[in-house]
């Protein structure tokens, strides 16, 4: 509370952006401690996934059905490094980032997590001067932003208040132990 002499008033929230990147494992984990986090203080959520196929059911996406306020978006085709349709891939993500400036200019979120955004930006599909103008010029100042993804673009890291770069310093996956039900997905 800001004290004007005579009048209290409420300090308005100012929304970071938080970009996690690089190529160690947990961006997506921990926008989703965030998200529960945001839970807790009964924010009105929105998750967007630009990679992660409807069809293929997370154990985030299934927690967050389970609490109010969540509202979840798997919108991609799956693993685009291994795509068979490249010009699919790049209008479908087309499509996600347009959704997902429609629900951020909404005003309606708290906080909005774009999770592997940052793949569909480092190929190509998205432009990081896109992205970066959007945040400055369009998004809600309140709104909390977060994207995630591996190879975050400059334009994109400018424009961030927090980014934190996951460094691998060693994955099981390495040592052939496929993704695990609870810790992966």
């Known amino acids: 509370m800001v004290n004007t002499g005579t009048k209290a008033k409420t300090k308005k929230r100012l929304g970071r952006v938080v970009v996690l990147t690089g190529p160690g494992k947990g961006k997506s984990s921990s926008a989703f401690g965030m998200v529960l986090r945001a839970a807790g203080w009964d924010y ?34 799956g693993f685009t490094w291994i795509t068979k349709n ?57 709104t909390h932003l977060i994207l995630t993804g591996r190879d975050a673009l400059p334009e994109v ?3 961030a208040d927090t ?13 052939g132990i496929n993704a695990g039900r609870g810790i992966e997905f």
């Open 163 to 175: 980014v934190t770069e996951m460094v691998a310093v060693k994955h099981a996956f390495e040592a």
């Open 86 to 142: 490249p010009e699919q891939d790049k209008n479908n993500n087309r499509k996600i980032w347009e959704f997902a400036q429609e629900k951020i200019k909404s005003g309606q979120y708290d906080l909005v997590v774009l999770d592997e955004l940052n793949y569909a930006a480092s190929y190509g599909w998205i432009s990081g001067v896109e992205i970066a103008d959007f945040i400055k010029k369009e998004k809600p100042a309140e």
């Open 44 to 77: 009105k959520i929105c998750v967007i996934q630009f990679i992660k196929k409807e069809s293929r059911k997370t154990g985030e996406q299934m927690a967050a059905a389970k609490l109010p306020g969540i509202e979840w978006h798997c919108m991609g085709d």
């Open 157 to 159: 890291i400018e424009v």
